[in-house]
């Protein structure tokens, strides 16, 4: 089945304790975006990846770091989380290259909750 | 940056009506826009997609236009059933910042029976 799998689905973690929270996706897509989705604000980008080895900001990479070393996976990283980064988080992929767009895949969401 | 407003936070309609959700963006031409759903606790679900140069896309009980003058599009669910219920989102990209995607916040559609 396609899909975008993350995990954990569920967080609950203190301020200061580096957590990595993985995205995977079976589709061989080029294209990978994480998201965060908080009350009134939407869905708000953090940062993207339009193939391996490449990535680049969206609108609020502040306090988040990516990698993506193979086309597969795509994991955000919260070096020092704040309660700030208290949200609702989605990763999604898409076979877009270029300008192109085509629909993207969403993952189930990770809850992540920082005390 | 690309700004996207959605009509309003929440819908009330009818079983059976047509509910018209509304998509305004600014500052930026998109090359694409799309519309997705959006259940409590889940990942949004890809609805429809529609280009700059198209004026109109249908899908089943569903209908996306795209005034590039205006900065609109609309997006209509024909004969709504309670199970359309959810949050509807759009979102834009522009072809000269490929990979960047704006979303709107959503409007939350209940279909009464």
């Known amino acids: 089945e396609a899909q975008v799998t993350q995990n954990p689905r569920y967080l609950i973690t203190v301020t200061g304790k580096k957590l990595t929270v993985t995205c995977s996706q079976n589709m061989n897509h080029e294209y990978m975006s994480w998201y965060r989705q908080d009350p009134g604000l939407g869905l708000r980008q953090i940062y993207y990846?339009?193939?391996?080895?490449?990535?680049d900001k969206g609108d609020v990479p502040e306090g988040y770091k990516v990698s993506r070393k193979e086309k597969r996976n795509f994991p955000l990283i919260l070096e020092s989380p704040s309660p700030n980064q208290t949200s609702l988080y989605f990763c999604?992929?898409?076979?877009?290259?270029?300008?192109?767009?085509?629909?993207?895949?969403f993952g189930q969401g990770t809850r992540l909750t920082v005390v | 940056s690309q700004k996207i407003e959605q009509n309003s936070e929440a819908l009330n309609i009818q079983e059976g009506k047509t509910a018209t959700l509304t998509c305004n963006y600014t500052n930026y031409s998109p090359a694409y826009l799309q519309w997705y759903r959006q259940d409590p606790g889940r990942g949004p679900v890809f609805l429809l997609l529609?280009?700059?140069?198209?004026k109109e896309k249908r899908k089943e009980r569903l209908k996306v236009t795209f005034d590039t003058t205006l900065k609109q599009s609309l997006f209509h669910i024909t004969a709504s059933q309670p199970a359309d219920s959810a949050t509807y989102l759009c979102?834009?990209?522009?072809?000269?910042?490929?990979?960047?995607?704006?979303f709107g916040d959503g409007t939350t559609l209940t279909v009464k029976p």
């Open positions: 999604a992929s898409s076979p877009r290259t270029g300008g192109l767009n085509t629909e993207a895949f």
């Open positions: 529609i280009r700059e140069n198209e």
């Open positions: 979102a834009l990209d522009i072809w000269t910042n490929a990979g960047k995607s704006t």
């Open positions: 990846s339009m193939n391996v080895e490449v990535t």
